[in-house]
């Protein structure tokens, strides 16, 4: 069935319109965005096949654009370009939010922010948030690659870059690719390690979140800190 055999009030386009966005599936949200199917298969129901293929929006908002190359009906440039660009904007629209408010006021969107940069990577990425003195976003840099230890990941590097940002406060966080989130001994190891360091410049850690595909865990909130 294409959008046009569907009453006016049921095609997403006029819904979105008549009743607010809240009101459309993820499916249908995917669908305006793609606005066209295949041959032989509409685009409602090629947007639930597309959302099917990552395992629901979360795994699709951290597709890459060689993800997406892979299904049918995305292999050319134009919607591809397009999603990958929703995508980004979403990035742009959290590190935004945490630049302007504390972080500990969005504790849900560190996560979201850090999840949608690392969370599909198929290496661990050790990355860092740097903060000012209200506890708002002044960058985040991915320092380190391959597989966490505390000989692999530097105390000193991490302390140079607090110091050019004149940071007063850091996240930290990394992805665990294997999907499970919770901290593994060297995890714990290496927070202590860099706290311990950082604290002799007077930066504090405020958190180590660990994200894996569509999830996130914050040692903060496990009172693991």
Same mark, same amino acid.
């Not at 249908?28 to 959302?51: D, H, N, S, Y």
């Given at each position: 069935?294409?959008?046009?055999?569907? +009453?006016?009030?049921?095609?997403?386009?006029?819904?979105?319109?008549?009743?607010?966005?809240?009101?459309? %599936?993820? @499916?249908?949200?995917?669908?305006?965005?793609?606005?066209?199917?295949? @041959?032989?298969?509409?685009?409602?129901?090629? @947007?639930?096949?597309? *959302?099917?293929?990552?395992?629901?929006?979360?795994?699709?908002?951290?597709? %890459?654009?060689?993800?997406? =190359?892979?299904?049918? #009906?995305? #292999?050319?440039?134009? =919607?591809?370009?397009?999603?990958?660009?929703?995508?980004?904007?979403?990035?742009?629209?959290?590190?935004?939010? *945490?630049?302007?408010?504390?972080?500990?006021?969005? +504790?849900?969107?560190?996560?979201?922010?850090?999840? *949608?940069?690392?969370?599909?990577?198929?290496?661990?990425?050790?990355?860092?948030?740097?903060?000012?003195?209200?506890?708002?976003?002044?960058?985040?840099?991915?320092?380190?690659?391959?597989?966490?230890?505390?000989?692999?990941?530097?105390?000193?590097?991490?302390?140079?870059? @607090?110091?050019?940002?004149?940071?007063?406060? /850091?996240?930290?966080?990394?992805?665990? +690719? %294997?999907?499970?989130?919770?901290?593994?001994?060297?995890?714990?190891?290496?927070?202590?390690?860099? =706290?311990?360091?950082?604290?002799?410049?007077?930066?504090? /850690?405020?958190?180590?979140?660990?994200?894996?595909?569509?999830?996130?865990?914050?040692?903060?909130?496990?009172?693991?800190?």
């Amino acid at each position: 069935m294409t959008l046009k055999d569907l +009453p006016p009030d049921a095609r997403p386009r006029e819904k979105l319109l008549a009743r607010g966005a809240g009101a459309l %599936s993820d @499916a249908e949200l995917l669908a305006l965005l793609l606005r066209t199917g295949t @041959a032989g298969r509409g685009v409602l129901q090629m @947007a639930q096949e597309v *959302l099917d293929s990552f395992g629901g929006l979360a795994g699709l908002l951290h597709a %890459s654009a060689d993800d997406l =190359k892979r299904i049918k #009906g995305l #292999g050319g440039s134009a =919607k591809r370009a397009e999603l990958v660009a929703v995508l980004e904007l979403a990035r742009r629209a959290l590190a935004e939010q *945490l630049r302007t408010q504390p972080v500990f006021e969005t +504790p849900g969107a560190v996560k979201d922010y850090v999840q *949608l940069q690392l969370g599909q990577r198929p290496h661990e990425v050790f990355a860092v948030l740097f903060l000012d003195s209200q506890h708002r976003l002044i960058a985040l840099e991915e320092l380190f690659r391959g597989t966490l230890s505390q000989t692999s990941v530097y105390p000193r590097e991490v302390a140079l870059r @607090a110091l050019h940002h004149h940071a007063a406060a /850091v996240v930290l966080t990394h992805n665990h +690719p %294997s999907g499970s989130v919770q901290p593994s001994r060297a995890d714990e190891v290496l927070t202590q390690t860099l =706290k311990t360091a950082l604290g002799l410049l007077d930066v504090r /850690v405020l958190d180590h979140v660990i994200v894996g595909p569509g999830q996130a865990l914050s040692m903060a909130e496990q009172g693991a800190l």
